[in-house]
DNA sequence: GCGCCGGATGATAGCGCTACCATCCGCACG
DNA sequence: CGTGCGGATGGTAGCGCTATCATCCGGCGC
């Protein structure tokens, strides 16, 4: 019975990248593949000799460990994935910052995903994170489908939430009230002797919890309308200018004003001096943020100052002391703000 | 000679994750597992029915792929690392947006980077990057160190620099010259009447590019002294206010500034108005990057316009085309800038 | 009817690391 | 002097995919 295909089943599998890979620095340096893999993971492991052969083979090669294939062998990506609304609104900046600076520190680098504002696409990038296998998520602004819950919870990933505080969190939450916020600036305005606040925000979900809080302690101080201008995100210093127009034009009695955010209040405050108003005399103006250029207005900018470094930081640590293994006695870390009272309201 | 140790040599290597693999979908869907990636990477290849009968499969357990293992097998990580000095500075803001769109709409995942302003920690974080082996590197504002870009190069992976245009790129490159940049906003100015301008800048290095443009401009229009003053990156509306201050104390006369961004100018336009100085009268205040504040400021801010989101949308198609095969016919792409006259100036 | 072609599917062998023992060796102890 | 112990190092077997053939099968030309 003669074979016809040769019994030579010769090359099947695989091609071979050429590239320098982890065992020719073993034997460069005399040793096996799994010592250089300690030289580099754990270096207190070998003896100090053992070490600097290896290190001087590293260096004379010029390798790179391969973290992909690491990975694998090991489950651990070292790979934290951030997923945002959109980067180009500066308002997690400060928070993403110290989150890469946190991450970097321990080995584990970035992963930014932009899910925009909407479901679909927020659950198609979810897909897309979850199959690089992050050893961590953080959601800022973002993922409030269930469908996209449930994955994240099913995929066994560390999750972190963050800028706000919601009553059931997936797995760890680090964040403030939004509603207590609100209702800390409406108290402040009315206490100043504003009669007549209105509001400028943008239409997303954590500012509709500050308009909340603020129109419900507005009622609580015997206000009971509180006119309101919506802007769509990201909020700008133009769109904060044509909303207190507007807002000014349909309620001339306005005597204060709450925006969402700090650029809009910089653009309430240019509006106001276009028209010639005086802040605070005429109109009092209060942001939210206490971003970088608050404190420099003219007249210094009244806000509500986040610390988003600090929610940065706490996410990072959440993550590595999770992948640590080590145990995590608050799962819900209440970060507050302060209200920072200065010449415009 | 008896064994003390027991003969079966049993349970060496792995562990297993327990995790749902590509083999248990292919069980499933009763196909091999070599069909299922094909259902997942080249859908085409298979008839409708397999192709159904895959899908049905992935839908009923929830399989997400494990691009960690696809990538050591393929050598194609799909990520794409964007290096930037800070995010914090919202300069790179639009370029990292249009980035991340473009790569998502590809399939690629973008890692971010924050090299600071330090050659050292640059390197560092390089090596950092490379162990993740990105199939594509975006630099900005970043990675002069010699060592580094030579490891760059070294690592064969593509590699775009960009908002700058240098004379040696380590491979391709998209940006515009900031020495005309500058060259540009002088003669705008001088031909407007400023006969004593003076600069506001950033101490980074592109900045300075710009100032010199801007200096030998002025040089050639007969002005031989241009009085600067400089700020720490980044750059932030109080350290306008105070850099202007800083200027006018020491040079009275100056009648025009040049800002090295937008929001050294917005403050510039704050400190102005705080000293009574009337824009663009006294004064006239020139920025740099059209952020999308500047056309609302009061008065309308005159600055360079870049278009931040091109340069990331190409260098996104630089990365793709180089990964699909492709030539790059022009390596180089120079996108140029904008004067825009506003009120300011 | 036979060989051939091409499209669909499958078997095999890694990609470059690390987990999990096993082994080796020197030393303290009985 | 044998035994046990612990620290350093090594061998082996995967992690979960995909590249590279190989195979199968139906249809077509001669």
Aim: hydrophobic fraction near 40%; glycine fraction near 10%; charged fraction near 25%.
């Amino acid at each position: 019975m003669p074979v016809s295909r040769p019994p030579t089943r010769a090359r099947r599998g695989r091609r071979t990248t050429g590239s320098l890979t982890l065992t020719d620095v073993a034997r460069l340096a005399g040793v096996s593949p799994i010592t250089v893999s300690r030289a580099l993971n754990n270096p207190d492991q070998l003896t100090a000799e053992t070490l600097s052969r290896v290190q001087e083979a590293v260096a004379r090669t010029g390798y790179v460990p391969n973290r992909i294939a690491g990975g694998l062998a090991s489950s651990r990506s070292r790979l934290v994935a951030a997923l945002v609304p959109t980067i180009a609104s500066p308002v997690f900046l400060e928070t993403i910052q110290a989150l890469t600076d946190a991450l970097d520190a321990e080995g584990y680098q970035l992963m930014l995903g932009q899910g925009g504002y909407g479901e679909a696409r927020e659950d198609k990038l979810l897909d897309a994170i979850i199959a690089r296998r992050p050893d961590g998520v953080i959601l800022t602004g973002v993922m409030h489908s269930p469908e996209g819950r449930k994955r994240l919870a099913a995929a066994g990933i560390p999750v972190v939430e963050t800028w706000d505080l919601t009553p059931t969190p997936i797995d760890m939450l680090v964040g403030f009230s939004h509603e207590k916020a609100g209702a800390a600036v409406a108290e402040y305005l009315l206490y100043r002797g504003s009669r007549r606040p209105g509001i400028v925000s943008a239409d997303d979900y954590r500012a509709g919890l500050r308009r909340r809080g603020f129109v419900e302690a507005a009622a609580r101080g015997g206000v009971t309308e509180v006119p309101a201008e919506l802007v769509p995100t990201p909020t700008t210093l133009g769109a904060g200018r044509r909303a207190l127009a507007k807002l000014l034009d349909a309620h001339p009695d306005v005597d204060s004003v709450f925006c969402s955010s700090d650029i809009l209040a910089l653009g309430a405050l240019t509006e106001a001096r276009a028209r010639g108003i005086r802040v605070p005399e005429a109109l009092r103006v209060f942001g939210f943020g206490d971003n970088n250029f608050a404190a420099d207005a003219h007249p210094a900018l009244s806000t509500v100052r986040i610390d988003g470094n600090a929610i940065g930081r706490q996410a990072a640590r959440f993550v590595i002391d999770r992948l640590a293994g080590r145990p995590i006695p608050q799962r819900i870390v209440d970060l507050g703000f302060k209200l920072i009272g200065r010449a415009s309201a």
